[in-house]
């Protein structure tokens, strides 16, 4: 089992990790989160009605990491519109992204929470022994699953991945390449998704 997702018995997954990989998952998702940025300030109203229909950004993110996360909902998929329709299309997704990042937001950042705090408890039980196998239930195996989608998302925009091509280049990048480090662990993060993706399935 080590380095891949496993079903258990009645639903969830398990996979073995070290103290060296727990620590790798942990820092990328505190990054991750320090990315996101904060949820609603401590003094934001109570009212749970006006934080639902708070108005979010209008405009993509500068970062070309958030970008990626956070994707515009239109655009023309078969190339370059017309100035009239890429004003339209600017228009919808400024419209949409309005009334829904900060909904998605507020689930990467739980995603992400969820994996630090998993994490920390498997050091604190495991404290010692060098690592140990992490369990988790099916509701925690979907968070998990959005968290690594987004890990990867976040190192292959840092990575300038766009296709399946650029993928394979990255397994034939010499050792002494800075990236390599970024690489290996955008390819060891993809098995684990990999993996987990297979104990959800019926």
Do not use: C, H
Not at 11 to 39: F, M, N, Y
Not at 122 to 150: C, I, M
């Amino acid at each position: 089992m080590p380095g891949t997702f496993e079903p258990l018995p009645g639903g969830g997954a398990a996979v073995a990790l070290d103290d060296v990989e727990i620590s790798i998952i942990r820092s990328l998702a505190v990054q991750l989160l320090e990315l996101i940025g904060p949820g609603p300030a401590a003094d934001a109203p109570d009212d749970p009605l006006a934080e639902l229909f708070a108005d979010g950004p209008s405009e993509p993110p500068a970062d070309p990491v958030l970008r990626r996360l956070f994707p515009d909902a239109y655009g023309d998929p078969e190339g370059t519109p017309q100035a009239k329709e890429a004003e339209e299309q600017k228009a919808y997704s400024a419209e949409f992204r309005r009334y829904t990042e900060n909904d998605l937001r507020a689930g990467k950042r739980d995603n992400a929470l969820a994996v630090v705090r998993a994490l920390d408890e498997l050091s604190s039980a495991s404290a010692g022994e060098g690592g140990a196998v992490l369990k988790l239930s099916p509701e925690e195996s979907q968070r998990w699953l959005g968290a690594l989608n987004d890990l990867r998302l976040a190192i292959g925009s840092r990575l300038e991945i766009t296709d399946e091509d650029d993928t394979d280049l990255l397994y034939r990048l010499p050792d002494e390449d800075p990236r390599k480090p970024m690489v290996m662990a955008y390819l060891w993060l993809g098995g684990l998704q990999e993996t987990l993706v297979a104990t959800l399935m019926p």
